[in-house]
């Protein structure tokens, strides 16, 4: 079984704070992407990274791609309220050729005013 | 943008009931897929589909079918909800490298 794990699971900090959450898997995935998901909505796309190393930024997030494409970390800056959500990765494990996703549990962020 | 749309917000059922959850996309799509969301459970794929009439089985398709009749919709069927199947049911559709896109979701009560 391919499975992703993410950490923390939870994470609470305050308006301003930096912070990194991280997915890691055993095995080695052809791209990864990243959701975001609000209370009572399905996720919402926010990246995907396809080559190992490889380095994404969206505003005051930043992506990275493990360089052996086993695990993927997802940094934000000054965080604000708005970035409050359920944090998922989910990838395709190389071997397979499946379109399914493999998805990890998330990291539900709160950030406090 | 890729709009995907389920056919209810929230909806309570009894036990015993024939279910139809509805999805549609309007990106002409290939790929489409049913997950139910649970606390401590992530995201469990029930079943996708890879084109109009053929279905595959995810990992949890005890109790639940599906169709795609049409490459734009793919309904979910719980032929005899049970109070188990009480979750958040969130469809989804790809094009390119798995980028899935999500509707906002259903929360079925099973009572």
């Known amino acids: 079984t391919q499975l992703l794990e993410q950490s923390p699971q939870f994470l609470s900090i305050q308006e301003g704070e930096n912070l990194t959450v991280y997915c890691n898997s055993s095995?080695?995935?052809?791209?990864l992407q990243w959701y975001r998901q609000e209370p009572g909505e399905g996720p919402v796309l926010l990246v995907t990274?396809?080559?190992?190393?490889e380095v994404k930024k969206l505003k005051r997030l930043t992506f990275q791609f493990g360089d052996a494409r086993k695990d993927s970390s997802l940094h934000i800056t000054a965080a604000q309220p708005g970035d409050t959500g359920l944090y998922l990765c989910?990838?395709?494990?190389?071997?397979?050729?499946?379109?399914?996703?493999?998805f990890g549990k998330g990291t539900k962020l709160t950030v406090n005013p | 943008d890729v709009k995907v749309t389920q056919s209810s917000r929230y909806l309570v059922k009894r036990t015993g009931e024939k279910v139809f959850l509805e999805c549609v996309q309007d990106m002409d799509h290939e790929n489409m897929f049913w997950y139910r969301q649970d606390p401590g459970l992530g995201l469990r794929l029930i079943y996708f589909s890879y084109d109009v009439k053929m279905k595959e089985k995810g990992d949890i398709p005890e109790g639940y079918s599906v169709s795609r009749e049409k490459k734009e919709r793919f309904s979910l069927i719980l032929e005899s909800a049970s109070t188990n199947q009480t979750s958040m049911y969130l469809c989804a559709s790809s094009l390119y490298y798995n980028e899935q896109f999500f509707g906002p979701g259903t929360r079925l009560t099973v009572l």
């Open positions: 989910a990838g395709t494990p190389a071997q397979g050729g499946s379109e399914k996703l493999v």
């Open positions: 095995s080695v995935f052809s791209s």
């Open positions: 990274v396809v080559t190992g190393g």
